[in-house]
């Protein structure tokens, strides 16, 4: 005697059907959410968002606004920068700041150019959840 004859009458198709029911709401497309998970990329159109003048050592405030501020706001959790047009590096997170009540996300990078007869431009890409808008101003 087998385990499906051990099932009730009409136990095998309850059980059939009980699994296609699942796997069909596994399947099905989230409609609860979906644009509060979106990943997305911010940039800006410019060549650089930012210029460090030459023998400047001030640091860079790199600060993202987020567009909606129903259920705490936008997350930006990566932020990323390149030099002078060079490759992207990823930001230490130690750099981030607390964030304030009004939601904006802070994150202050060392400008490191005291030393430097040129000027340095930087460009940033910042991946968050949700959507805003950034700025970028040297600090002392």
């Not at 198709?13 to 069909?24: K, V």
């Not at 997305?40 to 210029?51: C, F, G, H, R, V």
């Not at 990078?109 to 808008?133: L, P, V």
């Amino acid at each position: 005697m087998g385990v499906l004859d051990q099932l009730p009458e009409g136990g095998l198709a309850r059980e059939l059907h009980e699994l296609q029911e699942l796997g069909a709401e596994i399947k099905a497309p989230q409609t609860i959410g979906s644009s509060g998970v979106l990943t997305k990329s911010i940039q800006s159109l410019a060549t650089s968002d930012i210029t460090i003048p030459a023998n400047d050592a001030r640091d860079v405030l790199l600060q993202f606004t987020p567009s909606d501020m129903s259920f705490g706001g936008s997350l930006a959790y990566r932020v990323y920068y390149s030099v002078n047009g060079g490759s992207y590096g990823e930001v230490n997170p130690s750099y981030r700041l607390r964030v304030g009540a009004d939601g904006i996300q802070s994150w202050r990078i060392f400008g490191d150019n005291q030393f430097s007869a040129t000027s340095k431009s930087m460009k940033f890409i910042i991946i968050c959840i949700g959507s805003g808008t950034f700025t970028a101003s040297l600090v002392s």
